[in-house]
C-alpha cells in the first residue's frame, strides 16, 4: 500500500478488523479459552465483547457484572467461563487487542522508504485503525481514564 490510500482501501487490506479480530482473538487466547470449536467460540467472543462494549458505555464497567454479560449474551456463568475467568481478564484481552494492533501499525508501513511519506501512512494507517476498532480503542481510553 502507498502512503496515499484511503479508508477502503485500508480496510481492504489491514490483517485485523471488525471479522478476522474474532479469529485472531481466539488464536491469541487459545491457553485461556477452553471452548475449543472455532465456530461458536467466535461467534460468542463476538457476542461477549459486543455486549461489554454496550455495558461499558450504559453502566460504565466497574459497574458491570459477569452476570450482566450473561444476560446480555444469552450464556450461562459456566458458558461464559469457558472464554473468561473474570473483568480483569476481560480487560486484558481488549487491551492487548489494541496494543497489538497500535504496534502493528509500523510494520504495515516499513516498506514505504520515503521517511515523510511512511509517516503520512502511519498516521493515516493508525486513525483509520482506530475507526476500525472504535468500540475497542473507546474503552481502553476510558478505562485508562478512571
Not at 8 to 18: I, M, R, S
Not at 88 to 105: C, K, P, T, Y
Not at 106 to 126: K, N, Q, T
Request: charged letters at 25%; proline letters at 3%.
Amino acid at each position: 500500500m502507498s502512503a496515499s490510500f484511503d479508508f477502503k482501501q485500508f480496510q481492504a487490506t489491514t490483517p485485523l478488523d471488525g471479522t478476522t479480530i474474532w479469529t485472531w482473538l481466539f488464536t491469541r487466547n487459545a491457553q485461556r479459552i477452553t471452548v475449543k470449536r472455532a465456530r461458536p467460540a467466535l461467534e460468542n467472543l463476538e457476542k461477549i465483547f459486543a455486549a461489554t462494549f454496550r455495558l461499558a458505555n450504559e453502566v460504565g464497567f466497574r459497574a458491570m457484572t459477569l452476570r450482566d454479560l450473561c444476560r446480555e449474551t444469552g450464556l450461562s456463568m459456566g458458558g461464559l467461563y469457558g472464554y473468561i475467568a473474570s473483568k480483569d481478564q476481560l480487560a486484558e484481552m481488549i487491551e492487548d487487542v489494541v496494543r497489538h494492533a497500535s504496534g502493528a501499525v509500523p510494520e504495515w508501513f516499513a516498506h514505504i522508504e520515503d521517511p515523510l511519506e511512511r509517516l503520512e501512512a502511519m498516521v493515516r494507517g493508525w486513525i483509520y485503525l482506530s475507526e476500525l476498532l472504535q468500540p475497542w480503542f473507546y474503552f481502553v481510553t476510558w478505562i485508562r481514564a478512571r
